[in-house]
Antibody, heavy 123, light 114 residues
């Protein structure tokens, strides 16, 4: 059974970048659309961006355009999220998520989630 | 961006009673081409990742108990828990996946036991 395994918690200073990884363990992801989402303390869920590894395409929420980079490594079934110029308000749990159906690149229904990675921005 | 608004923000229901959560979108999520509503519901418990409950507004994900149901069309949607169980205490979110990104969520509804 496929699981999404994320990298560990990070503590970063304002202005620095953070890179979080998400590895599909027990399966592949190249035929699934993958996304990164986050939940800040006391806030709701927010979609940051997504990638379709088989096509090499990436989309970002306008709010994060220019500051967020999503990359994939098909050789290791891993998707990465790098967020630059961190601010205090970027403190959040960051989740990777896979759409529920293989080959469905239009319906971004998040059927499988990683456990989350806490990113804390602190001076 | 499509704005999703849930009501209420929080809800307390007695065990065994019905819980109803509403979600309204700023534009219709109903596709004319396939007559589907591009709306999903998630359950989110503290310390766990979110869990997909419902998609296409009313299709229950595999393994989700049948006390959970989704309804609605266009801009107005409802998640109903027919008989609240203790394990249903969580936050619930609606999400639209209608068009081009960003895919947006409601602000969440916190469900507690009365």
């Amino acid at each position: 059974q496929v699981q999404l395994v994320q990298s560990g918690a990070e503590v970063k200073k304002p202005g620095s970048p953070v890179k979080v990884s998400c590895k599909a363990s027990g399966g592949t992801f190249n035929k699934y659309a993958m996304s990164w989402l986050r939940q800040a303390p006391g806030q709701g869920l927010e979609w940051l961006g997504g990638a379709i590894p088989i096509f090499g395409t990436v989309n970002y929420a306008p709010k994060f355009q220019g500051r967020l980079t999503i990359t994939t490594d098909e050789s290791t079934n891993t998707v990465f999220m790098e967020l630059n110029s961190l601010r205090f308000e970027d403190t959040a749990i960051y989740y990777c998520a896979r759409v529920r159906r293989s080959g469905d690149y239009e319906n971004w229904i998040f059927g499988l989630w990683g456990p989350g990675t806490l990113v804390t921005v602190s001076s | 961006d499509i704005v999703m608004t849930q009501s209420p923000d929080s809800l307390a229901v007695s065990l065994g009673e019905r819980a109803t959560i509403n979600c309204k979108s700023s534009q219709s999520l109903l596709s004319r081409s396939n007559s589907k509503n591009y709306l999903a519901w998630y359950q989110h418990k503290p310390g766990q990742p979110p869990r997909l409950l419902i998609y296409w507004a009313s299709t229950r994900e595999s393994g989700v108990p049948d006390r959970f149901s989704g309804s609605g069309s266009g801009t107005d949607f409802t998640l109903t828990i027919a008989s609240l169980q203790a394990e249903d205490v969580a936050a619930y979110y609606c999400q639209q996946y209608y068009s081009t990104p960003p895919y947006t969520f409601g602000q969440g509804t916190k469900l507690e036991i009365k």
